[in-house]
């Protein structure tokens, strides 16, 4: 790195202390809550400020109204199966105007995706089980009544 920006950085990281109380301060007032990571990050103040400002300066991104980010918030905690963060959101969206049909029509958007998601993995395997034994009975599917892809007591 060159000298000029480490320098940079240095300058910014020495105000890691002061920033990390005003980006809490911020936080809690966007989201109504202080997010429980911030706690244990705030323990190491530079690392905690270089994480926390970019998730804070893209939590409202300047072609989103704010509604609409905390609903994409929603969906992405909701397929992440982040709980905490969910209800977080949940609140948070409240607070910009976003309705209760508005949420769970939210949650049940994001829903499809995710069973879409598991029926695409669990059926290419479940092709790729029927290919294999349509491939072992000579190119013809079995029909012996046995479920195919078991193991018999030849294999």
């Known amino acids: 790195m060159k000298k000029e920006n480490e320098k940079i950085i240095g300058e910014f990281l020495r105000h890691a202390g002061e920033l ?66 969910l209800k977080t959101h949940i609140g948070a969206a409240r607070r910009t105007g976003a309705t209760r049909d508005e949420i769970l029509d939210t949650l049940l958007l994001t829903s499809i995706i995710g069973r879409t998601k598991m029926l695409a993995s669990s059926l290419r395997v479940f092709s790729a089980v029927f290919e294999a034994d349509t491939d072992a009975a000579g190119g013809e599917k079995k029909t012996d009544g046995k479920n195919p892809g078991e193991a018999t007591p030849e294999q």
């Open 20 to 85: 990390s109380e005003e980006i809490e301060t911020d936080t809690e007032a966007l989201l109504g809550t202080v997010p429980f990571i911030f706690g244990i990050l705030r323990e190491r103040p530079e690392a905690f400020v270089l994480s926390a400002m970019g998730d804070y300066l893209m939590h409202r991104p300047p072609n989103l109204d704010p509604k609409t980010a905390e609903l994409i918030a929603i969906a992405a905690s909701a397929a992440a199966g982040a709980d905490n963060c």
